[in-house]
Nanobody
Framework: QVQLEESGGGLVHTGDSLRLSCKGSGRSAFTNWILGWFRQAPGKEREFVGGISWNVGTTYYAERVKGRFTISRDRAKNTWYLQMNNLNPEDTAVYYC????????????????WGQGTQVTVSS
């Protein structure tokens, strides 16, 4: 059974950076999987942030984070990361990592496996 565990959330100020990690277990590797990040702010739907292909590391992002957020992965550690720079209060949300065999999925329904979420709060 695949399990995902996020870490790295916290309280930061506008303009700060933060890196989230997601460690996957239950598989020796995530070959042909997409590893994604989503976020959900209070009262809003869960929204796609970005994703990365396990095989070759190709990334894709939501427009609102493009240029500020970067996703990477460490295949030896079965871990992927979300580096967030120049944070602002609108980035405040619970951040979730997700994984599945999906072709460049951007919708929550396209991912079967989820972490428990980690809170990111950006104060002005």
């Amino acid at each position: 059974q695949v399990q995902l565990e996020e870490s790295g959330g916290g309280l930061v100020h506008t303009g700060d950076s933060l890196r989230l990690s997601c460690k996957g277990s239950g598989r020796s590797a995530f070959t042909n999987w997409i590893l994604g990040w989503f976020r959900q702010a209070p009262g809003k739907e869960r929204e796609f942030v970005g994703g990365i292909s396990w095989n070759v590391g190709t990334t894709y992002y939501a427009e609102r984070v493009k240029g500020r957020f970067t996703i990477s992965r460490d295949r030896a550690k079965n871990t992927w990361y979300l580096q967030m720079n120049n944070l602002n209060p609108e980035d405040t949300a619970v951040y979730y990592c997700a994984a599945d065999r999906t072709r460049w999925g951007t919708k929550p329904a396209e991912f079967a496996f989820w972490g428990q979420g980690t809170q990111v709060t950006v104060s002005s």
